[in-house]
């Protein structure tokens, strides 16, 4: 993540850091380059074209890299007594189209793909599109909420350190944002759940919701929306209480990571001209940071929170399985070690349209911000 | 070297001391875990779950082992494995990265894109596969960690003899006669190292994270295996007594941390905008 910035032109899903990345102060910021008929259907099309590129590929990947080792999902998913029999290993494979050779399995998975099908999963026995529909809402959640605390604590703590640059807060700032990057994901969670749950006992515990209390009716699939819509309020209180502790964990890697960063985009614009005429000429310092440095700088912050956003992915795996939350993490889990193959297809090609999807909102907002993305 | 002459800089820094001593504290226990643990890490002669005190500072697990003596012999399990993973990443990474920036483009292209599709993966869920697919052990989670750690180098060790493989003095030594080969490691290569191991330093806390996390989830480590992540993961189980999974995890925070405290320095200091703001205050 926190890597040099380097020349990179990727088009899988924009996943370097783009070059609105102002390193050293250069402020060309074009996008495109020659004669675009219509600059935004361009931009779009060639989106959709990255993305169907990196669906693609990631199936690809995913096929051959389960096909290419030891692993038979047939062993991973009967028992051993059904394994003892022919006939019914010979009617999984059968089932499951495990008989034909690899190509024409892939093909045929493919086939089904472009009609809209994930294929059936091996473990639950159900169409993957199904299980997925199931599980991303949670992991939405999730992720959502230690985005927003992310942003908003990492933002804030950077801001501070820049301002105060050298002095205790920013070098306490600097500890902590690192202890934040350096902490094992899956021990903090313990940790939270033993410190806060068992012993305070001042927030709830695993799961989504109380176990006494019945989902609220799905719209969504995001309990919380769900039960404001429902105005089933107790519901909707018990499903934030038992969001905070894992986002919050879910969190700390990310806001360290997005301390670290607002504190050298912040102290990079302070540097500016421009910030230093508006401080001659007078005008008081919250209308600088919030109008000068803030808005300067947020285009190389919300790059990296875009980047973060897939990191948050990954940390949902092992936060999920401690708060026994039911979401994609879980799910990839259990797909993952049964090598239940469409299931975890399904997975990557979730993750990775998030991937498009979130380089997206942060290319759109590159123009909300910055007036002269929008001009070029 | 210009690399050298900062280096000075970074060793005021109290963090990088800190992390240095840390890290170097760690090396040492791995090294001596024989003679400094109190206990034989397999043996199960002790009380169960017995809570830290005289004799076992550290508390006992649940079939009575030293927590203390396993999290030393620990230290020979996890820091080796990291070091290497993270050298074979650079290697493999940094080869297929300086081929990909110097030599022609198609090879070059094909790299990258395969980096890129990596990249596209969240890292745990990539590994998480492979680690099931080649089927669960420590060496398999090793190999595991690598397929998602190497284009992190192979990107920016590209970027960096990209760029430097049109300075002057990389053309005139082609121009001179220089094979291709010759060019790369004499000129090229020198230059673009001290941003490689910074990335490696900093890396090295992610290798261990992920490593440990893969253990965690039960595709790492087996039992009896005193890994830090399996050790974390066997303290789910008995939930109230609290240190069999907090000294371990402590263990990992630890080394991760030293080793993020001389990354993050060691980048300041060969970070020119650092050192220019540095300077500046020096005037």
Do not use: C
């Not at chain 2, 900062?6 to 963090?15: C, G, H, S």
């Not at chain 2, 060691?266 to 650092?274: E, I, K, N, Q």
Request: a positive charge.
């Amino acid at each position: 993540m926190s890597q040099p910035s380097a020349p990179s032109d990727v088009p899988a899903g924009g996943t370097a850091p783009r070059r609105a990345t102002r390193m050293g102060g250069s402020r060309s910021t074009r996008m495109g380059g020659r004669g675009p008929r219509h600059p935004l259907a361009r931009f779009l099309l060639r989106r959709i074209g990255v993305a169907v590129l990196l669906g693609f590929g990631i199936t690809l990947v995913t096929f051959v890299l389960t096909n290419l080792v030891p692993g038979d999902p047939v062993t991973a998913n009967l028992g051993q007594r059904a394994l003892g029999d022919p006939a019914i290993v010979a009617q999984f494979r059968a089932e499951h189209g495990l008989d034909k050779p690899l190509p024409a399995q892939y093909l045929t998975y493919l086939g089904g793909l472009v009609r809209g099908d994930l294929g059936m999963s091996q473990q639950s026995h159900r169409p993957v599109l199904t299980d997925l529909a199931e599980f991303v809402p949670a992991t939405i959640e999730l992720a959502g909420g230690a985005i927003v605390i992310s942003l908003v604590a990492g933002v804030a703590f950077g801001v501070v350190a820049a301002l105060r640059r050298d002095r205790l807060s920013d070098q306490v700032l600097r500890v902590v944002s690192l202890i934040g990057i350096s902490v094992p994901t899956f021990w903090l969670a313990l940790v939270a759940f033993y410190v806060f749950f068992f012993r305070l006992q001042i927030t709830p515990g695993s799961g989504r919701v109380a176990p006494d209390m019945s989902a609220p009716p799905g719209v969504t699939g995001l309990y919380t929306v769900d039960a404001a819509l429902a105005g089933q309020w107790d519901v909707f209180s018990s499903a934030v209480g038992h969001l905070i502790t894992p986002a919050l964990v879910l969190a700390a890697y990310t806001i360290g990571l997005l301390t670290r960063f607002t504190r050298s985009a912040v102290l990079e614009v302070l540097g500016q001209d421009y910030v230093r005429a508006a401080r001659a000429k007078g005008l008081p310092g919250r209308v600088i940071l919030f109008r000068y440095v803030l808005r300067s700088a947020l285009v190389p912050i919300i790059t990296v929170a875009g980047l973060a956003f897939g990191s948050l992915l990954s940390g949902t795996v092992l936060v999920e399985s401690v708060f026994a939350r039911p979401g994609i993490g879980q799910y990839a889990y259990k797909s993952a070690t049964t090598l239940d193959l469409p299931a975890v297809m399904g997975v990557g090609l979730v993750v990775g349209g998030v991937y498009v999807l979130i380089n997206l909102v942060v290319d759109i907002l590159y123009g909300v911000i910055d007036p002269r993305v929008r001009l070029s | 070297m210009r690399i050298l002459s900062r280096l000075p800089e970074a060793w005021r820094q109290p963090l990088a001391v800190v992390g240095a001593v840390v890290a170097l504290a760690w090396l040492v226990i791995a090294a001596a875990a024989p003679l400094l643990a109190p206990h034989d890490p397999l043996a199960q002669d002790l009380p169960r779950l017995a809570s830290p005190g005289p004799g076992h500072w550290f508390g006992t697990d649940q079939l009575g082992r030293d927590i203390l003596s396993r999290i030393m012999y620990g230290a020979r399990v996890s820091i080796p494995l990291t070091l290497l993973l993270v050298v074979l990443s650079l290697l493999i990474g940094g080869a297929l990265g300086a081929s990909a920036g110097y030599f022609g483009r198609w090879v070059g292209e094909g790299i990258m894109r395969l980096a890129d599709l990596v990249f596209a993966f969240p890292t745990v869920i990539l590994a998480m596969v492979v680690a099931a697919a080649l089927g669960a052990s420590l060496t398999n989670a090793v190999l595991a960690v690598l397929v998602v750690a190497w284009p992190a180098y192979a990107r920016v060790t590209r970027g960096l003899v990209l760029g430097m493989r049109e300075r002057e003095f990389v053309l005139s030594g082609r121009l001179l006669g220089f094979s291709a080969w010759r060019s790369l490691r004499v000129d090229v290569l020198p230059n673009v190292t001290g941003p490689i191991l910074v990335l490696a330093t900093l890396d090295i806390g992610t290798a261990l994270l992920l490593l440990s996390g893969l253990s965690f989830l039960g595709l790492g480590a087996k039992p009896p295996s005193p890994e830090w992540g399996a050790m974390v993961a066997a303290g789910v189980d008995v939930f109230d007594s609290w240190w069999v999974a907090t000294f371990p995890g402590l263990a990992i925070l630890t080394v991760v941390l030293a080793f993020n405290f001389l990354g993050d320095t060691l980048r300041d200091a060969l970070d020119p905008r650092t050192a220019r703001a540095i300077k500046e205050r020096a005037l």
